[in-house]
């Protein structure tokens, strides 16, 4: 299985702050089959990111996400309160879908 | 709009069986597959498997073989989950999760089920 380590575990940020996460596969993932759920407190995943760079239905501007081969990323350009909650990076290139174990955002 | 429902919690003791249900509203059902998604309190998200809503075959990832049933009732637009035997380390929340047209993602979840397997 393709394990995906996700970085940094945690992040303490300031609202208006620019934060981002790291996703490194263990191996070579095609970037269609990377993507990015947030799971707030106490609530289901939701799809925030899918195919490396595409925000899904309704997801504002401010998060984006990049990256090819192993190395992926995740950016929020400037952190509101609303976005605490647990970042996860998923990939769906190769059998079994995996996750990433997670960031969890805070707020300063 | 497009929903997943599913059922509610359930406390249970090592040994019994659950069954989850999660209901699908506006979209037609057999047209995605359903995925099903564990949790363990405080730990990250484990892919489980998922039905082939349309010919009801189901695929359980290596972890999830023996106890755990996926199964459809399609006339009610409803994929069920039962877990068979169960153990403290089922103690977890379960999601439904519709799988996207291509590229392996998961656009709708449900509100996921609290199991909690206690003596």
């Known amino acids: 299985a393709i394990v995906l380590n996700q970085s940094p575990s945690s992040i303490i940020a300031s609202q208006g702050e620019k934060v981002t996460i790291t996703c490194r596969a263990s191996?070579?993932?095609?970037?269609?089959?990377l993507h990015w759920y947030q799971q707030k407190p106490g609530a289901f995943p939701k799809l925030v990111i899918y195919?490396?760079?595409y925000r899904a239905s309704g997801v504002p501007s401010r998060f984006s996400g990049s990256g090819s081969g192993t190395s992926y990323s995740f950016t929020i350009s400037r952190v509101e309160a609303e976005d605490v909650a647990t970042y996860y990076c998923?990939?769906?290139?190769?059998?079994?879908?995996?996750f990433g174990a997670g960031t969890k955002l805070e707020l300063k | 709009q497009i929903q997943l429902v599913q059922s509610g919690p359930e406390l249970k003791k090592p040994g019994e069986s659950v069954k989850i249900s999660c209901k699908a509203s506006?979209?037609?059902?057999?047209?995605?597959?359903m995925h099903w998604v564990k949790q363990a309190p405080g730990k990250g998200l484990k892919w489980m498997g998922w039905?082939?809503?349309?010919?009801?075959?189901?695929t359980y990832a290596d972890d999830f073989k023996g106890r755990f049933v996926f199964s459809l009732e399609a006339s009610a637009s409803t994929a069920n989950l039962q877990i068979s035997n169960l153990k403290n380390e089922d103690t977890a929340t379960y999601f439904c999760?519709?799988?996207?047209?291509?590229?392996?993602?998961?656009?709708?979840w449900g509100q996921g089920v609290m199991v909690t397997v206690s003596s």
């Open positions: 999760a519709r799988g996207g047209r291509q590229w392996y993602y998961f656009d709708y």
């Open positions: 506006g979209y037609t059902f057999t047209d995605y597959a």
């Open positions: 039905i082939n809503t349309y010919t009801g075959k189901p």
């Open positions: 191996s070579s993932i095609s970037s269609n089959y």
């Open positions: 195919s490396t760079s």
């Open positions: 998923q990939q769906g290139s190769s059998n079994p879908p995996t």
